[in-house]
């Protein structure tokens, strides 16, 4: 069962049934405060919906005199945590994120003399057709040459995704742009720790012929192999619709006046 709560005139959730009563035992939310589910024709207190929850102890406060503030209700709702970003959105934002670092990386490549090495490898080649060592021979130069420009690159990439995703955004550019966020298995923010796990999982997505990715279009909560070994989502709606905002239930799910 999916309970709403009315506080200050707004409506939050939906919340599932043994979340609003772990809340209801701590003290995030209160007997007082007013709830409606499928089925009820108005809103009642919490209290007449769970008579067996015993009141929470009020919470303590610095000045004893002072009034209680009511307590925070949480702010990731039972359905925003199963509205997951399908396969295409997330190969979309994908592709997005390539753009937003094709730039940086052709700057760095030009910087470390990418465009000279590159014409040198392409006369090497040229002369060497036919001769297997002297190809080989052009791309080992190739690459000594360019070796710390690729280094660089590769660094680029690993920061860009594990400081973003891990960041107050909770995605990249391309996520922000497609209206998704990566979050764990309980719609928070991940470290950056558990970000950079998730990167380097990608590379066990991509050696199995990419199906680590492919994952996203058919398993149960659209995650890829790398967001199961991380033990993360990728879902709908950007971090900063959650922070302060509250959704509202379909149709008018009873008179509310709270």
Not at 66 to 84: I, R, V
């Amino acid at each position: 069962m999916e309970i709403w709560i009315g506080r200050d005139g707004e409506r939050h959730g939906p919340y599932k049934e043994d979340d609003v009563r772990q809340w209801l035992r701590s003290g995030q939310v209160s007997r007082d405060d007013l709830a409606w589910h499928e089925g009820l024709a108005d809103w009642q207190p919490l209290s007449v919906l769970f008579p067996d929850m015993a009141a929470a102890p009020p919470p303590a406060t610095a000045n004893p005199y002072a009034a209680p503030s009511a307590p925070l209700l949480p702010q990731t709702t039972a359905a925003a945590l199963e509205d997951y970003a399908g396969f295409w959105k997330r190969v979309a934002a994908y592709i997005l994120d390539a753009i937003v670092l094709y730039i940086p990386q052709m700057l760095i490549e030009k910087a470390f003399g990418g465009d000279a090495a590159k014409a040198t490898l392409k006369q090497a080649s040229l002369d060497a057709v036919g001769n297997p060592d002297a190809m080989m021979a052009a791309n080992m130069h190739y690459y000594a040459t360019m070796w710390p420009a690729m280094l660089l690159i590769v660094v680029l990439g690993v920061l860009y995704f594990t400081v973003c995703e891990s960041s107050a955004w909770q995605g990249t550019l391309g996520k922000l742009a497609l209206g998704i966020r990566v979050t764990d298995m309980e719609g928070r923010r991940i470290s950056f720790p558990r970000a950079l796990g998730r990167y380097f999982a990608k590379f066990l997505s991509a050696i199995i012929l990419g199906i680590g990715f492919l994952m996203v279009a058919w398993t149960q909560r659209k995650q890829g192999l790398h967001d199961m070994i991380a033990g993360t989502l990728v879902l709908n709606g950007r971090a900063s619709e959650f922070a302060h905002s509250a959704t509202k239930p379909a149709g008018n799910g009873g008179s509310f006046s709270a």
